[in-house]
């Protein structure tokens, strides 16, 4: 009986140590060390960055202004052109029959016209001394006055000839490079065909597709940098010179030019893809570091340190611009909040937080 009371004893013992067990109160979460800065908005130029595609800003597809077979092409895709340099050819037979032609004719109305003036001459003597009426006088006159006009027409069709035959040489009008052909030799082509698109070089344009939210928000005198998408140390600053009047139907879109100066760097060829800097007016942002940003419900947020209790909350932020190393904010917090920099992953809401600075604030 005895020694029953005592296993009774050693168990209620037993008991009671459990149950001040279930009573201990939880272990405080960890003050956790962090890095903290003040937000603080200033003034600053808003930069939008574009995609964009170096052109030409003068272009023209190059044809001959007669049909016909092509019989030599002396030009390849990329070449470089110098005004007056023969292009193509076509085969010019039917053109020098014409002037052949053509001087014949000449030839012949010049001999009407100095029989007819021989005639004139002859008749004009003879009325005057009486032997011709005045009926042969003006009827000799108005034989020279036709062939004089014959001599005329037929230097007219002359110059016509030739200048068909002329036209049978395809030249470039302008110093320029290929960029695109559009016919070979032996090909028989209309008149205005492109047998070649030829591109100035000294005058390139950066050409880009704006929405119309970053057009409306370009003051009129915009500026924009041009810089070379795989080769960004290479740009250029350049003025816009031409906005469409209305948008693309299908993007929705604004197609603006800027065009590049003369002594552009060689390396911007045409057709290389291109970053565009558009100074978009000023507002007003802070800048944080881009460890500072954390995302609440998807929306980007930051860690805000509450000064008397040194205890965190999250607050949601708007985002103007996020760089590699940096980030740029309009609003959500208040000038001088002290926001976490560094070691965000580690906080939860209400947690106490360590500054660092033994200020405590």
Known sequence: MRRGWVVFGAAALIAVGLSGCDDAPPPQAPVRPVETLRVHYAGRPTVAVQVGEIRPHYESDLGFRIGGRIAERNLDLGQVLHAGQVIARLDAQDQRNQVAAAEADLAAARATLVQAAAEARRKTKLHADGWATAAALEAA????????????AARAKLRLARDQRAYADLTAPTDGTVTALGAEAGQVVAAGQMVARLARLNHKDAVFSLSQALLLSLPKDAGVTV?????????????????????????RTYTVKAALPEDAPAAMRLGMSVFGHFAAGSS??????????????????????????????????????????????????????RVVAAGVQTLRPGQAVNLGDGSGS
Do not use: N
């Not at 998807?298 to 860690?303: F, I, Q």
């Not at 760089?323 to 208040?334: C, E, N, R, S, Y």
């Open 284 to 337: 007003r942002v802070a800048e944080l570091p881009s460890s500072a940003l954390f995302q609440q419900d998807g929306a980007p947020a930051v860690w805000v340190v509450d000064p008397t209790t040194s205890t965190v909350s999250l607050v949601k932020v708007e985002v103007a611009r996020l760089d590699p190393g940096t980030v740029l904010i309009t609003g959500g917090v208040a000038e001088g909040t």
């Open 227 to 251: 810089a070379l998408l795989d080769a960004p140390e290479i740009s250029v600053a350049a003025r816009i010179t031409e906005i469409s009047p209305s948008a693309d139907p299908v993007t």
């Open 141 to 152: 006159e108005r034989a020279h006055a036709a062939a004089t006009a014959s001599v005329k």
